[in-house]
């Protein structure tokens, strides 16, 4: 038994936990409140909603080192990400605060713990009588299990994974559905919270990639991103790679543009990019997965343009390190206290923790 294993026998000793919200703005629906109507049928008229905000859980260990780690979720998913495992092992929200971090989760504006989602944008407005936005993404059980790289096809694992195959349930239940998300609201939220909690560290998972990208720009706090297979890079809008089409010939959404400036603040920050396995390396039938084949090339010419830049930032190829069958998932997956120690190897190279 190793000294992590046997520690996690003893008690998790927290110093401070709670939750709070933050960020956001109000808005206010047409018309006139009428008080007389509850919900049936519901009508938003006159009524005022905080909308946009972020939702935050954190724990604060004793001697708690000098930056937290704020983990940020992906797709179809809410701050369980980090919580338990789909099988019931800690994650890394536990994880690390054992090794003295402090560790902030959260949920997405709109999403989970969050509240009413966004009115802005193609979310539509409070004159009508539908406040709940159109569902844009919604994985079922197939598609989750393809497109998290469990195996090639639905319910056929890939012989080397390390996905814990009899949590298959657990796993689909934590997928939410995802809504018309805006990159500009939640990374708007992630930096308000760092205007709150100061430095730190941003920890985040695919769609998360992007709004890590985004509040780096915005905020000063976030001083180094690890990122677990971010789902979109970014690129100065005169530097933006050309990427192949998909298999089905269409393109990948894969790139976000910004401004040179805005790319520049993040040559600022050490980046670490992580990849797990059975990542395509020629064009796939299934676009589930051969859209992480075009998500990694773009992460691989983001972090030359960033080093051509004089910046900091490189990837980590588990596979190439010697270490397969990880999932779209590595941080939950059966080795994850393998991936965490590569976690915390790298922030201690950069003199982060």
Not at 47 to 56: D, F, G, K, P, R
Not at 127 to 152: C, D, M, W, Y
Not at 253 to 280: C, K, M
């Amino acid at each position: 038994m190793s000294n992590e294993q046997a520690a996690k026998k003893e008690p998790l000793t927290i110093a401070e936990q709670g939750s709070f919200f933050v960020g956001g703005r109000t808005v206010r629906g047409a018309g006139t409140f009428d008080p007389s109507r509850f919900f049936l049928p519901f009508n938003s008229a006159g009524q005022t909603y905080s909308v946009e905000h972020l939702y935050a859980q954190y724990q604060i260990p004793p001697a708690a080192r000098r930056l937290p780690l704020v983990m940020v979720h992906g797709g179809c998913q809410t701050g369980k990400t980090w919580e338990s495992t789909p099988d019931g092992r800690e994650g890394f929200q536990n994880i690390f605060v054992r090794r003295r971090f402090a560790v902030y989760v959260i949920d997405f504006p709109g999403r989970g713990r969050s509240g009413i989602p966004s009115f802005s944008g193609p979310l539509g407005n409070l004159a009508g009588t539908q406040i709940i936005p159109p569902v844009t993404v919604n994985f079922g059980h197939e598609l989750s299990f393809l497109a998290g790289r469990l195996g090639p096809r639905p319910f056929e694992f890939y012989p080397n994974t390390q996905f814990p195959k009899d949590a298959l349930q657990q796993f689909y239940q934590q997928g939410v559905a995802g809504i018309a998300d805006d990159a500009g609201i939640i990374s708007n939220a992630i930096a308000a919270l760092l205007d709150r909690i100061g430095p730190a560290i941003l920890v985040t998972h695919s769609q998360g990639g992007l709004m890590g990208w985004r509040a780096a720009i915005k905020s000063a706090n976030v001083k180094a991103i690890v990122a677990y297979e971010p789902f979109v890079s970014c690129f100065p809008r005169a530097e933006v790679p050309t990427l192949p089409p998909l298999s089905d010939g269409s393109s990948a959404p894969s790139i976000e543009t910004v401004s040179a400036q805005e790319f520049e603040r993040l040559t600022r920050i050490p980046i670490q990019i992580v990849w797990g396995d059975n990542i395509p390396k020629e064009p796939h039938p299934v676009p589930a997965l051969d859209v992480w084949r075009l998500s990694a090339m773009a992460s691989r010419s983001f972090v030359e343009l960033i080093n051509h830049k004089a910046g900091d930032a490189g990837i980590l190829d588990l596979p190439s390190a010697g270490i397969h069958g990880n999932t779209h998932f590595p941080f939950a997956d059966l080795n994850n206290l393998q991936i965490a120690d590569l976690l915390s190897e790298y922030l201690g190279r950069k003199g982060l923790d």
